[in-house]
């Protein structure tokens, strides 16, 4: 896979416009959330300064070797960030996202471990045709998974609606589509996340948390309930996440299938990388 040396560079210029920071201070292990607080919580906790620029919010820890980026909210920013950060050697990436839960047993606070998405934002398009699946990275999952077994997590296994249309929950029409998908949870960039990712061989899995249950009776996020869940949940999720970025770097290490070939040594993609 051929890359134009100009696009790498003002990918470069980008990420550096939008984070505020140099492009050389992002780490290997790469945290993505749509929550400044999760980047506020990491910051703090480890003691680190927080950079923003024009639209993300960043924080490095040498120690971890661990990076982490807010790109706020949506599919288009989702497949920003992929396609700025592909030019970075990244070995491993893990989204840090929120879901509705869409089955009744369902509880907040669950994880929910997503394997694939459904394409229903639009943005996937412009990578593959509609009948391509957007997966999961296999190896970032298997990752996620271990580190919930271990800890003896509550979580979910399955598919994701990904959508454009925020305020859906009082439209039937789309409701009624949704339930008919089967989808265990809908979001807004997972789809897109993972055809982005697949098209730009970066190894990028998700660890989604249940913040809501909207097709229940009294089950949309109002905004008390959602400063409940970020009081209650930020530390767990983003110190998973951490730990999850070191199991996946274990199994690589370990040479385990799943992984692309250029995360494996930490070689970004240039025009010289097949």
Known sequence: MERNPHEAEIARQ??????????????????????????????????????????????????????????KIGSPAAALVVDICSFLPIRASILLGMCGGLRRRYQVGDYLVPVASIRGEGTSDF??????????????????????????????????????????????????????????????????????????????????????LPLNQDGIKTKEGAQLIF?????????????????AREMQAKKIKGAYHRNLNGQALDSSTP
């Open 231 to 247: 009081e209650k949940y930020t530390a767990d999720h983003v110190e998973k996440g951490i730990r999850i970025l070191q199991s």
């Open 127 to 212: 990578y593959f045709p509609i009948e391509v699946p957007a997966l999961a990275n296999f190896l970032m999952q298997k990752a996620v998974t271990e580190v919930l077994e271990k800890e003896r997590a509550n979580y979910h296994i399955g598919i994701t609606y990904t959508t454009n249309m925020r305020f859906w929950e009082f439209n039937e029409e789309f409701k009624n589509r949704l339930k008919v998908t089967k989808a265990q949870g809908i979001e807004m960039e997972c789809a897109t996340l993972f055809a982005a990712s697949y098209k730009r061989k970066f190894t990028l899995g998700a660890l989604l948390l249940i913040s809501d």
């Open 14 to 71: 980008t990420l550096e416009r939008y984070s505020g920071c140099e492009a050389s201070q992002f780490h290997s292990n790469l945290i993505i959330t749509n929550f400044p607080k999760y980047v506020e919580y990491f910051a703090q906790s480890r003691k680190v300064p927080i950079h923003e620029g024009s639209m993300f919010k960043v924080a490095h820890c040498p120690k971890e070797e661990v990076s982490i980026l807010d790109f």
